[in-house]
């Protein structure tokens, strides 16, 4: 619900003057929100600056039919607070949207985080002020605010990437990007539609809408694995066992798990072939989504020969599914690793296929030659369609924060520097040359809630470490940033994630961008190590001043 009169009560100030707050806080998703309640509870004063019209992040803006987890639900809430965990009850074992954007601005709410979030309020530019310390930001309307802080809780997946295909302006049907589904809703009955493009958004949706539309065409550059979810309501038992047992989840997830599911301690390589794809099969048949390979061998993902087994596996699943062995072979892909790309979750994904309503297009056999007035036109034909939904993914990670001018010492643009070397971060929080700013979106492999409570507990900490310490100035050194950031490559490099081609991990999707991993793809508790090796060391790697 918004209300942007008391939302717009946080940044009371006299006219004329600019309001000057401890911390500013750019984005209200998990960790916008997560980072306010955190401040605020140290005694920090917090400004939160949220471009959509209500709080919730990718559960605000993901709003087309069938968006869910793919985490299950219980180990996505936040765990701070055991009042809300005893309160809330997730509904599905992967929950839908609506509800998740219930859960969101439930803890607004309880939190009472809405007095320091302007909403509608975009943030275009951020610049450092050596003389004072601080950062002054411009909104979109050219208002202005002033952080002793700059949080960019911005997010990896908000902002979407259309790819500059000739003609696409051309289209005069409705189009939009799957994340920004019109809030007012479609009426898809009767129409001919395309989605373009099969990321996980698209695995979602095109199950929701083919009963719905008269035609539906897909889109296929290239396809991924995905693993039935077999979402179900919560009994109320399992309600109840989940609110006796969050300790436990929540250790699990902080632990770098999303469930509680244990990983057979066995080498895949030690169990024999015939066992091994025995425990594939009883897996896939009892367990559900992303369950029914985290209970398998702690090396599956790595141990390379092992994995091709399984992804073989996976892709049989698929041939099975599919009655047109034409169309199955498009949908199972064959160049890649299972896990190489971010496996999403389905219901019906494959069966869809067995429609007559739906057409697959691989445009690896006839590739796209424009959009025009009426469609789309491949090297083969030009298709005719009322609705396009392009499903083109997201300029993932560094997108959201460049799109924002920050300048940090000497007037230098973070654009700039990350254009020239690629992402490059100290602990995925700090950025040389950028003092007193922190990226909240990128640090580790978990659950969402998780790490934006790990990082906003650990950013609280620091602010709370320099303020009692009479520090006003924090920033990475070069020398620290460079070390981590080769640290991050390799970890990177060990991993089967990211070897796929125009893959997101390694930003290769947007074309230009230079391609380092987006994440730091080691466990929670791997990258807690870390930072708390940095801040028992005194924040080594940062230098710390006072202003004068
Ligand atoms: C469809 C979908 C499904 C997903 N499913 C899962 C899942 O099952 N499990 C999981 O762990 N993760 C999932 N994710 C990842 C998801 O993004 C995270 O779980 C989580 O929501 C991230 O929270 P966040 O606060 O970091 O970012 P976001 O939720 O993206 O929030 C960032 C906010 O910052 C705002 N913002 C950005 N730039 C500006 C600006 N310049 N000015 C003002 N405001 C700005 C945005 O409007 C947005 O509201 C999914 C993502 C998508 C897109």
């Not at 859960?103 to 050596?130: C, G, P, Q, T």
């Not at 141990?303 to 596996?313: G, K, M, N, Q, V």
């Not at 070397?421 to 492999?445: D, E, Q, R, V």
Request: net charge negative; glycine share 8%.
């Amino acid at each position: 619900v918004t209300d942007v009169s008391q939302a717009t009560v946080a940044v009371e100030e006299p006219a004329g003057e600019i309001e000057h707050v401890d911390v500013i806080v750019i984005g209200a998703g998990v960790a916008g929100l997560y980072q306010i309640h955190a401040l605020r509870e140290a005694g920090f004063s917090v400004l939160c600056f949220e471009r959509g019209s209500g709080v919730g992040g990718t559960w605000y803006w993901n709003i087309y039919p069938g968006c869910a987890f793919d985490t299950p639900s219980e180990a996505y809430g936040y765990s701070f607070s055991k009042e809300l965990l005893q309160e809330w009850n997730w509904k599905h074992r992967y929950s839908r949207q609506p509800d998740t954007e219930e859960y969101m601005n439930l803890v607004a709410d309880k939190f009472d985080l809405r007095r320091h979030i302007r909403l509608d309020a975009s943030v275009v530019a951020a610049h450092w002020d050596e003389e004072g310390d601080y950062w002054e930001i411009e909104l979109a309307s050219g208002e202005r605010a002033r952080g002793s802080f700059l949080f960019a809780a911005v997010g990896q997946y908000s902002k979407p990437y259309i790819p500059a295909i000739d003609g696409l302006d051309s289209f005069k049907g409705v189009m939009f990007h799957v994340s920004r589904w019109p809030r007012e809703g479609i009426d898809l009955a009767g129409k001919r539609v395309a989605v373009f493009g099969t990321g996980s958004s698209a695995v979602q949706l095109i199950p929701e809408i083919a009963p719905e539309c008269q035609q539906l065409t897909v889109f296929q550059r290239s396809p991924n694995y995905s693993l039935p979810v077999d979402n179900e309501p919560v009994s109320p038992e399992l309600q109840q066992e989940w609110k006796a047992t969050y300790d436990e989840i929540f250790a699990h997830v902080r632990n770098g798990h999303m469930t509680r599911v244990e990983p057979d301690p066995r080498n895949g390589r030690d169990v024999p072939k015939e066992e091994r794809l025995a425990m594939y099969e009883e897996a896939w048949a009892t367990r559900r989504a992303s369950e029914r390979v985290m209970c398998l061998f702690h090396d599956l993902l790595s141990d390379r020969e092992i994995l091709a087994e399984y992804s073989e596996f996976v892709r049989e699943k698929i041939r099975a599914r599919v009655d047109d062995p034409a169309v199955a072979e498009k949908l199972v892909p064959t160049d890649i690793l299972f896990n190489a790309k971010r496996v999403p979750t389905e219901t019906s994904y494959y069966e869809t296929f067995n429609r007559d309503n739906v057409l697959l297009v691989d445009l690896r056999e006839t590739p796209v030659e424009c959009f025009t007035e009426r469609g789309i036109k491949t090297s083969e034909r030009e298709h005719e369609f009322d609705v396009i939904i392009l499903s083109t993914g997201y300029d993932k990670v560094t997108g959201p924060v460049t799109e924002i001018d920050i300048r940090g010492v000497e007037g230098r643009s973070l654009k700039a520097k990350w254009d020239e070397h690629g992402l490059s971060t100290l602990l995925g929080l700090a950025i040389s040359g950028f003092p007193n700013l922190f990226i909240t979106n990128l640090p580790c492999l978990a659950a969402s809630t998780a790490r934006a409570e790990l990082t906003g507990d650990w950013l609280t900490e620091a602010l709370l470490y320099l303020r009692s310490n009479g520090y006003t100035r924090i920033e990475a050194t070069q020398e620290a940033e460079d070390a981590w950031n080769k640290h991050h490559q390799e970890v990177g490099d060990s991993m089967v994630f990211g070897e796929s081609k125009n893959s997101v991990i390694t930003g290769a999707n947007i074309p230009g961008k230079k391609e380092v991993y987006m994440l730091y793809c080691a466990t929670a508790p791997a990258w807690m190590a870390r930072c708390n090796e940095v801040s028992g060391a005194g924040y080594r790697g940062f230098e710390l001043s006072r202003s004068t």
